[in-house]
């Protein structure tokens, strides 16, 4: 059984139209993560949820927002996404110890 | 500084044979995690293999094991009999505090595995 879903698991967007990805989790964690990961690279934080609280990576665009209205779901929103934003983009969950994440199949976002 | 280091950006191994992947680590808090995970072609992250800063034993997880030397700041990682289903990229990852909810990973190291 899927424990972390990520919908779409492709996306094609259009330069500068807003583009929003989802992640559900069935584990109850209460941090949820979202990372960039561009081809042959390694996956890059973009934000994390501790519950309620946000916490954005110094380096994240302000073209990328995130929303986490309840324990189980969590969105990412690209604001006026470019072609430097195509990228996999994976949602993460760990409980508050931390000992793993646990990761969705990813959505790939291709922009055009 | 990197907080996470792994050096080998490509390796091959033989079917059946082991093969260790090497990643290092800087921090200065006493309390971490090291984390293995592998990322085949699909895109998803598959959790391997957990290694906390106070554990004495080295972890194993089937035919999955680190290689703990905390002096040096090593954290490697050995596959016993390879599988074909083994190549795939794998990174080594660092979540630093008893609490810390950042996760830092490596490049990664692409594996394949020779039939």
Redesign the interface.
Known sequence: DAMVIQNPRYQVTQFGKPVTLSCSQTLNHN?M?WYQQKS????K?LF?Y?DKDF?NEADTPDNFQSRRPNTSFCFLDIRSPGLGDAA?Y?C?T?T???????????T?LLVL | AQKITQTQPGMFVQEKEAVTLDCTYDTSDPSYGLFWYKQPSSGEMIFLIYQGSYDQQNATEGRYSLNFQKARKSANLVISASQLGDSAMYFCAMREGRDGNQFYFGTGTSLTVIP
């Open positions: 941090v993560y042959s690279q390694a996956p934080l994390h501790y916490n996999m994976l993460a760990s508050s110890q931390g000992e793993t994440q646990y990761f969705g199949p990813g790939r």
